[in-house]
């Protein structure tokens, strides 16, 4: 593998002996503007170790620099070692590098033989897969793909949300106002419009919920009827998501939700009781966390039933047990900040050392088109007719811009749902995102659409010339700024790949996306691609290949196609 970056470490590393490549590695940086280099020695951040001021370290090093193919010059600038390399080596070697590893460009084994679980998704049954959880399913499905291009062995969980009070209320909903028949013909949402019920009544008659609390008690201890009818709603719910996850494209390796975990939950009980942490606390059995600051981690309510983070420590055990996971990530919306804080706590007293193993991602609200997208109030927005609209608005600009389009349905969907994903992804997780359909379709805005516009226009290309690209091509000729601005970009990938996995933040590769578009686009305005002269053609068209090859693994990464026509 070629890395420039390695190249000039090595350099550097003969020249100061006090550190080794790591350390340096560390300090070394990418400068914000090309003309201070290509790489950059902030060399105030040696000082202390070399005992000796910035400028003079700077210039030292500039003075004994030894000569390299790949190193033009180097200049003492400010403390600074700002290092120029030489563009046609830099260009040569970063295209033949990535025509050389294809559709493996970016991969990386730094989690080699190491596993990781990725709880994501995890709708609640009976209640609608709503934005929120779209949300949740984009980051994780990219996470996953993303440590599973760093070498990581993963497990993507869906944590269904199969169990719980909520199930007591639709019971009670389904037994007072519920009507097999319509349940059957109308799915999900004659189940959602019967939860959006119970919440109506019982805001005017609060004993609902204690009936509800009760159904779900009998739940809890095997009740044939209780089961039968939480199946039933499971199994309409279930089907209603899988649809959701088809038109996604996302995949999960285990599908064990909360009620999983039923049999397995005195265990947990137990395990807290002998070791001293549950207490009894108006009837209901707590651990204690006002010593951290925090409210109580309910075990038990008073009626004996499990609670969500009885659920959560269970689950953590058991993987810990089945998957020996390096890490285990669970991906939710900000709001539950807490819940994760409470029972990774509890983990920890319970002397588990790996307590620090598990991670809670968390991401802002979504709403689109100014609406929050919330279900108890009666808003019911069903996520897939939210996909179905993208699929279509898209359509209609395929249908405007190129009516010839072969497959156009297929192309719809993969542009549509992309459109949405992408939205979701550019900006971090953690902010609040707020989209508009005329922005999120923006074929030149910076979008999903935009890019994966940008990557058939790389394969039109391709097509077009009707010659095979390959290494041996002349990168002398493409050296203008441009094009060499756009090999920087494309060289930054896998360091990306691994900057992505380490803040645990997809928007990283969208955000890349959109600059290596840009530069590409910057790129083939300024050049034709296809010229008279066969030498410069083809190592345009080496350019082109390597821009298509990388925005097609980014894409895969944050779960979009790339298709080759659009
Ligand atoms: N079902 C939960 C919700 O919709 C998310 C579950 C997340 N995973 C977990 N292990 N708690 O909010």
Same mark, same amino acid.
């Given at each position: 593998?070629?890395?420039?970056?390695?190249?000039?470490?090595?350099?550097?590393?003969?020249?100061?002996?006090?550190?080794?490549?790591?350390?340096?590695?560390?300090?070394?940086?990418?400068?914000?503007?090309?003309?201070?280099?290509?790489?950059?020695?902030?060399?105030?951040?040696?000082?202390?170790?070399?005992?000796?001021?910035?400028?003079?370290?700077?210039?030292?090093?500039?003075?004994?620099?030894?000569?390299?193919?790949?190193?033009? @010059?180097?200049?003492?600038?400010?403390?600074?070692?700002?290092?120029?390399?030489?563009?046609?080596?830099?260009?040569?070697?970063?295209?033949?590098?990535?025509?050389?590893? &294809?559709?493996?460009?970016?991969?990386?084994?730094?989690?080699?033989?190491?596993?990781?679980?990725?709880?994501?998704?995890?709708?609640?049954?009976?209640?609608?897969?709503?934005?929120?959880?779209? @949300? *949740?399913?984009? !980051?994780?499905?990219?996470?996953? &793909?993303?440590?599973?291009?760093?070498?990581?062995?993963?497990?993507?969980?869906?944590? !269904?949300?199969?169990?719980?009070?909520?199930?007591?209320?639709?019971?009670?909903?389904?037994? =007072?106002?519920?009507?097999?028949?319509?349940?059957?013909?109308?799915?999900?949402?004659?189940?959602?419009?019967?939860?959006?019920?119970?919440?109506?009544?019982?805001? &005017?008659?609060?004993?609902?919920?204690?009936?509800?609390?009760?159904?779900?008690? =009998?739940?809890?201890?095997?009740?044939?009827?209780? %089961?039968?009818?939480?199946?039933?709603?499971?199994?309409?719910?279930?089907?209603?998501?899988?649809?959701?996850?088809?038109?996604?494209?996302?995949?999960?390796?285990?599908?064990?939700?909360?009620?999983?975990?039923?049999?397995?939950?005195?265990?947990?009980?137990?395990?807290?009781?002998?070791?001293?942490?549950?207490?009894? +606390?108006?009837?209901?059995?707590?651990?204690?966390?006002?010593?951290?600051?925090?409210?109580?981690?309910?075990?038990?309510?008073?009626?004996? /039933? #499990? %609670?969500?983070? #009885? @659920?959560?420590?269970?689950?953590?055990?058991?993987?810990? &047990?089945?998957?020996?996971?390096?890490?285990?990530?669970?991906?939710?919306?900000?709001?539950?900040?807490?819940?994760?804080?409470?029972?990774?706590?509890?983990?920890?007293?319970?002397?588990?050392? $790996?307590?620090?193993?598990?991670?809670?991602?968390?991401?802002?609200?979504?709403?689109?088109?100014?609406?929050?997208?919330?279900?108890?109030?009666?808003?019911?927005?069903?996520?897939?007719?939210?996909?179905?609209?993208a699929i279509k608005k898209t359509k209609e600009i395929i249908e405007a811009k190129n009516p010839n389009l072969l497959n156009k349905d297929e192309i719809a969907r993969q542009i549509g749902v992309g459109a949405? !994903?992408?939205?979701?992804? *550019?900006?971090?997780?953690?902010?609040?995102? /707020?989209?508009? $359909?005329?922005?999120?379709l923006n074929f030149d805005?910076?979008?999903g659409p935009y890019v994966q516009y940008t990557h058939a226009r790389t394969c039109s290309l391709l097509v077009k010339a009707q010659?095979?690209?390959?290494?041996?091509?002349?990168?002398?000729?493409?050296? /203008?700024?441009?094009?060499?601005? %756009?090999?920087? #970009?494309?060289?930054?990938?896998?360091?990306?790949?691994?900057?992505?996995?380490?803040? %645990?933040?997809?928007?990283?590769?969208? @955000?890349?996306?959109?600059?290596?578009?840009?530069?590409?686009?910057?790129?083939y305005?300024?050049? +034709?691609?296809l010229?008279?002269?066969?030498?410069?053609?083809?190592?345009?068209?080496?350019?082109? =290949?390597?821009?298509g090859?990388?925005?097609?693994?980014?894409?895969?990464?944050?779960?979009?196609k790339a298709p080759e026509r659009v």
């Amino acid at each position: 593998m070629f890395n420039t970056k390695s190249i000039v470490l090595d350099l550097l590393k003969e020249l100061i002996e006090q550190l080794d490549a790591g350390q340096i590695s560390e300090v070394l940086e990418t400068p914000p503007n090309p003309d201070m280099g290509d790489l950059a020695l902030p060399c105030f951040k040696l000082s202390k170790i070399l005992r000796k001021a910035p400028i003079q370290i700077a210039q030292e090093l500039a003075d004994k620099f030894p000569e390299s193919k790949f190193v033009d @010059r180097v200049e003492a600038v400010s403390g600074y070692l700002n290092i120029f390399l030489n563009k046609e080596a830099f260009i040569n070697e970063t295209l033949n590098w990535i025509l050389a590893e &294809k559709e493996s460009y970016g991969s990386q084994n730094i989690g080699q033989g190491k596993n990781v679980v990725i709880d994501f998704s995890a709708p609640n049954i009976a209640k609608p897969f709503h934005i929120g959880h779209l @949300r *949740s399913t984009a !980051i994780g499905n990219s996470l996953y &793909k993303i440590f599973k291009c760093n070498g990581y062995n993963c497990i993507g969980v869906n944590h !269904i949300g199969d169990w719980g009070t909520q199930f007591g209320k639709l019971i009670v909903a389904y037994k =007072k106002w519920g009507d097999k028949g319509k349940i059957e013909k109308e799915q999900i949402k004659e189940l959602m419009s019967l939860y959006v019920k119970f919440h109506d009544e019982a805001e &005017k008659n609060p004993e609902l919920d204690d009936e509800a609390r009760a159904w779900f008690a =009998k739940m809890e201890q095997g009740d044939s009827e209780a %089961l039968e009818l939480w199946q039933w709603f499971k199994d309409i719910s279930m089907q209603e998501f899988q649809k959701v996850y088809d038109v996604l494209g996302v995949k999960f390796d285990s599908y064990a939700g909360e009620s999983f975990y039923n049999d397995k939950m005195d265990a947990t009980v137990e395990e807290l009781k002998e070791k001293g942490l549950l207490k009894e +606390s108006e009837g209901a059995q707590i651990v204690d966390l006002s010593e951290y600051n925090m409210p109580p981690c309910i075990i038990l309510k008073k009626d004996g /039933s #499990t %609670l969500y983070a #009885t @659920r959560d420590v269970t689950a953590a055990l058991y993987r810990k &047990k089945n998957y020996d996971f390096e890490k285990c990530v669970y991906v939710t919306g900000v709001s539950q900040n807490l819940h994760f804080q409470q029972w990774f706590k509890v983990i920890e007293l319970m002397g588990k050392e $790996w307590s620090k193993e598990l991670v809670h991602v968390p991401f802002g609200t979504v709403s689109l088109q100014g609406e929050k997208l919330s279900t108890r109030k009666g808003k019911v927005v069903l996520l897939e007719e939210i996909l179905s609209e993208a699929i279509k608005k898209t359509k209609e600009i395929i249908e405007a811009k190129n009516p010839n389009l072969l497959n156009k349905d297929e192309i719809a969907r993969q542009i549509g749902v992309g459109a949405i !994903i992408f939205g979701d992804l *550019s900006s971090n997780r953690i902010k609040d995102v /707020s989209f508009s $359909w005329d922005e999120i379709l923006n074929f030149d805005g910076e979008t999903g659409p935009y890019v994966q516009y940008t990557h058939a226009r790389t394969c039109s290309l391709l097509v077009k010339a009707q010659t095979e690209v390959s290494e041996g091509f002349d990168s002398g000729l493409i050296d /203008s700024k441009e094009e060499y601005q %756009l090999a920087k #970009t494309l060289y930054l990938f896998p360091e990306k790949v691994k900057q992505a996995m380490n803040e %645990l933040e997809p928007s990283i590769i969208t @955000r890349y996306l959109v600059d290596l578009a840009q530069d590409f686009n910057r790129f083939y305005h300024e050049h +034709s691609v296809l010229v008279e002269d066969e030498e410069l053609k083809l190592a345009r068209l080496a350019l082109v =290949k390597a821009t298509g090859i990388t925005i097609a693994r980014g894409l895969d990464l944050i779960g979009l196609k790339a298709p080759e026509r659009v």
